[in-house]
Structure formats: structure tokens, C-alpha cells
């Protein structure tokens, strides 16, 4: 038998199969999705390559597989190949992400925990003759004899704690033969230390009642069907996803549910244990170590655990029999990545429950502006893509909170040049006296976000990238949030030497030094991604503020999604105008979701909630909408304007990105790409835009240069972008990498 193997490199040119003799020892355990090692090239190097196709015979002189390393199923292979298509990207690439971690390639291998385990090896009756008749004189080798006795399959540490000898014992009795060590594995469980007391299932609002039954119907059914959970904030969404999930279970089948942030994994995964058990539930993110996922990817593998949960990269589980795929805050931009391969776990999720004839429930308080308008926008036949299921009130029936917009003009003609407005500030000392909480939310790191000098006009730029250097107080640097380059604090410019350097802009560290400085005896804690960077510290922060009754909670968009305090009656958003000013068409839909999200975390119980907008444009329509809490009324003007402007939903976006050291390179592939597009696709369906270098034309010493193409995605045009790949990267092409995005979150 020959196998069709796909080389596991990045390089283009090797996005192609080639074939290899399978011996007769392996031919029984090979199939397609076998991770294999090949002989490759002229140096006789084992490499990485992937099983995607058997044959009988090859017309070609082959070299034989030399060793078999894991298995994939035929289904894997089949996704992996379709992604690559819609992605424009290496096979090898998708098949990556459906390994065990700390076995796919580059990446530090991981090898089976284990601990020795002590058992007897002598009859038990030699054993206790021997120390009759005095064989065994030693008092500590008799205590240990004894112990191991009663107590077989004890670890070495426990044999030391409780007999009190040390280890040196122990292997003596080895040496002599009368114990052995076996080494047996222990998983490496993320939830083992984890506690959480039994809860049961809630009764259901009315309006939970028909959301439950809508989707129930077609798991009894067995059928794919989509459905969009659109519901206030705290209206209850979680307690639907636990029931059906319950009933899923019940009928044998299996579940995924994906969270956008790590820092909402903590509550949501609270909830789950209190309700199913740790040994149900799997979870998959990025801050688990590296042998934690793997031993978490083997528990889903071997059937021991029912419900996976995670972030984007965990609807790749190998979980099979799914009964239900459940994408919470669906809107979120983190579902889509933003490194090859750029897929959309939406997309994946769809591809998965079509397979499984299974229900994808997508959960928002602020839909994607797609997801609602197919699950409003009806065919010639009155049906919908997308089956809308709504909860217009908060399941324990507290209101929502009351927003004040603050006009930041307006303060500063008042005189007042704090960060706090005067609105907020009274909040703030009110809130205090109360004894209850706030969160102030700034999507901004760091301390100052640019640094000029105020005589020429020179700005801290990163060497690396055309972008600005942000202040970072607490370690006096300067830092890129690009590529990571750090450089000592400016004091004296280095164009014109004058000492009048100023510091710009306002982030997260320069808030809570405000906060500090205006109210003393508050308690404060700081949430972005410069506290986060253990592992746990997420949680930790988290669980800090609600038990602990930290006054003030001061973090970026890690604060506002999905979180419940209880006793939070207070938001702040510093400065809502931040996402208006981006250079994207979903800028206004981004500012809407984010104050609405923060907005949601105010008066969660019983408690009234109050939330304080802080902007220098009141009257943008986003703004107005969040204030008032009112997706319908902000849907129907931001869809008029897409439709106008040819946006999505009624357009595709494809985004061509470009980067290079050689300027001269670029600017002649990018000419290419434009001219052998501008001839193939269709004028009345495509529009594409000439070549341009990207907002940010530098990161890492790479020029960036970008191509936009405005028009509804078609297999024809697929065709054609994934061929025009394909001849750029067998033309002189030296060091210019290309990738293809298809409706891209960052457009810089």
C-alpha cells in the first residue's frame, strides 16, 4: 500500500501530497489522519508529515514511512481540508489544530505524568516469617513492610509521611527484593483542587420556558438547526445552556460550549462543576499548561469527559457524538483568529453540528450584526438561516441600570482636566459610603499612550514598527504592544534636546494611580493584560474583588463580559469614544457591544445599578443606543448605513495582507496580486481596491501593505484567490509573505 502524505512545513510550495511506501508491519495501523515520520529531502531527515489519502500503487520511486506517531479520523482530514481551502492556507496547518498538544511539531513534547507506587513483591507470608524470626532486624524496614502491607499501591512520599523513614528504606527493600516501584500516570487536572457545592436545576422563566422547548424539539428530533439566544443582560442564558445540556447528556450524547474570554471561563465553569461534577466536564484554554491540555485532550479522547469547555481552539476536541455545540457572547471578535490559519470557530461549529445533526446555539445580549440580521431577514419562502429565541427581561427580575452620559467637552469647560468627571466622582464616594462596588472600565493598558515633545514634535516610535511607544509607570519603560520591544523612559528629546517632553493619553495604570490619588482609603484592583500573566491570575484578581469586597475594580474589555458581583452597583467607562476611533466599519457595532456589555455588570440583584458614559461625542448614535440599552433601535440604523456602504452582512470583506523586509518586493508582488485579480473576477460582483500600505505600515522591521476586496465570498472566487496563491508563490518571490482574510477583525 502507498500513502499520500502532506508534508507538515509552512512553505507553500509543499501544500501538496506526496507519496510514500507503507511496510508490511504498518499497513494494518495506518489509515488516513495518521501522523507519520518520512524521510524528506536530501539529508535523510525524519520529518513530520500527515496520512490524507491510500493507494495501491504510485507511478513514482518511494521511500518507506519510517515510524507511526498518532491518528486522526477520516472526518478530521476531511474539516482539515476544507478549512484550508476556505482559509487559503497549508493543509498541515488546519491538521495542527486537531493534535494532542505537546505532540504536534516545535512544540515541547510532552511525556505521560507518572508516580511510583509501592506494592509488595515477596509473598506476604515470606514477608512476615522473616520478620518473626529476625531475618529483618531493621525497626524501620518492619514499619515500612508493615505499612506497605496494608496499605499496597502507596506513593513513596505518602510511605515517608506516615511511617516516618525516609527513602533510602524503601529502595533498600527494593534492592533486596522484598517492594517494587511502579510507575503508574496521574493526570494532570486542571479542576482538581476545584470546589464547588451541588446545585440544581432553576425553574424556568415563560420566556426561558419557550427557549428551552424551541431547542429541545430539535434534539429530540435529531436535527441541525441554528438558533440565536438574544437576551438582556442577565436574563438567564447560562441556566438554559445547563439544561439542555443536562438533557443531551441524558440521551448519551456529548456537548461543546465555547467562551470567548479565559477570564469568563472561571464563572461559567463554577456553574457547570456545581451542576454536573469535575469528572463530566473537560476545559480547554491557553493559560493551562502545556501538560495539562494534553492530559485533558486524552480525557475527551478516551470518552471520560462529556462536556468541553474552552476558548476558541476547543472546538477542535476530539470529542465525538456531539449532541449539542453552545457558543456563548457569540459576538465576540476573539472567536475569530487572527493568526493562520485565520478560521472562524463559528464557521467550524456549523461545519460540526451539520455533521452531528446536532442544534448550534449562539448566546448574546449584543448579536453580531450577521447573526441577527439572518435570523430576522427572511427568504421567498418566510424562513430564516437562523432561528431567533429572545429574553427581553433579567431572570431574578431585577431591573436594568440606569446610564448617564457625561459630555467631556462640556467638563472641560468647566475647568475640571481629571480623568473623572464630576458626575462620576460623586458616584464613586456615594458608592463608597455604601459599602458597594465599582468597576471602572478603560480599554487602554499602561499609563500614557504616546510621548511627544512639546517644542518640535518628535514621538517615542518603537525601532521595530511605525507605531507609538506607550508609558508603563510601575516598570518606567517604554513599551510597543506590537512586537514587545521595550526601551528606558525619554527625558530629553533626542531630535532637538529639549527637555520639554510630555506624556499623552491615559491607560489602565494611570487610572488607578488617579484613583489612589483622589480616593485614599478605597481598596482598588487592576485587571488587564499586565496583571494576568500567571497562571490563574485571572481567577484569582476575579474571586479578590467579589470575596475580599474590593471597593474598585479598574481593568480593559477583560472586566465587562459575562462576569456576575452581586454586590457591584456601580459602572464607569472612562472614555467610550476609544473603539470609535478605529480604522474598521464595525467601529460603531464595537463601541455598542462593549458599553452594553460593561453596562450589563451594574445591578445584577436586587440592587438598583447606575452606569456613568464619560465621551467627547454624546450625541453618536452608538452611544445613545448603549445608554438606552436598545439593540433594536441601534440594529435598524447601523444595518441601513451597511447596506448603503455595502458592508457585511450584505458583503463580504476579503483583506490580501502583505509584509516584507524588501519594500521594492512588496510594492511589485502587491501590483501583481491587483492585476491578476482586477482580470479573473467578475467587475459586477468584486470590487477590488488598488494596493495600499496597511494603517500601521511596520511591525518588526516588515513593511505592510494591504489589498481590499469588497464582494460576496463564491466558490469561483475562492477558486481563484487560492490559484492566484499559488502561482505568486512559485514566481521570484524571496522574502514577501501573503495571507488571505476573509471579513477580518483588525483592518490595520
Sequence with gaps: MVAEVIINRGAKKLNKTFDYNIPKELEELILVGSKVL??????????????????????????DIAKLEENLTDKQIGLAKWMAKRYFCNVSDCIKLMLTPGTRNKEKRIQDKTIGCIYLKKDREEIEFE??????????????LNFIKDNEGATVSEVELFTDCSRAIVNTLVKNGYLEIIEKKVERNPLLGRECGKTYKLKLTEEQKIAFKNIEYVIDKKEYKQFLLYGVTGSGKTEIYLQLIEKVLEIGENAIVLVPEISLTPQMLDRFISRFGKE???????????????????RIREKKAKIVIGARSAIFAPIENIGIIIIDEEHDSSYKSETNPRYNAKEIAKVLAKENKAPLILGSATPDMTTFYNATNEDEFGNTKIQLLTLTKRANQSSLPKVEIIDLKQELANGNRSMLSMELYSSIEENLKQKKQTILFLNRRGYSTFIMCRDCGYTAK???CNISMTYHNFERKLKCHYCGHEENIVTICPECHSDKIRYFGTGTQKLEQEIHKQFPEASTIRMDIDTVTKKNSHEVILNTFKNDNIDILIGTQMVVKGHHFPNVTLVGVIAADSSLNIDDYRANERTFQILTQVAGRAGRENLPGKVVIQTYNPDNFSIICAQKQNY????ETEIALRKQLKYSPFCDIILIGLNSYQEVEIKKISSKIYQYLEQRLNKEQFKVLRPMPCPIDKIQNRYRWRIIIKGNMTEEANKILNTCLKEIYQGNIKDTRITIDINPNNMS
Design 280 to 298: 463530566e466536564i473537560a476545559i480547554l484554554h491557553s493559560k493551562l499548561s502545556i501538560g495539562e491540555r494534553h492530559d485533558e485532550w486524552e
Design 38 to 63: 518520512v524521510p524528506f529531502g536530501n539529508g535523510g531527515k525524519l520529518t513530520e508529515a500527515f496520512v490524507v489519502g491510500l493507494k495501491e500503487t504510485s507511478q513514482f520511486e518511494v521511500k
Design 462 to 464: 518603537c525601532q521595530n
Design 131 to 144: 520478620i518473626e524470626t529476625q531475618k529483618i532486624k531493621s525497626e524501620k524496614q518492619k514499619r515500612v
Design 632 to 635: 433594536n433601535l441601534f440594529y
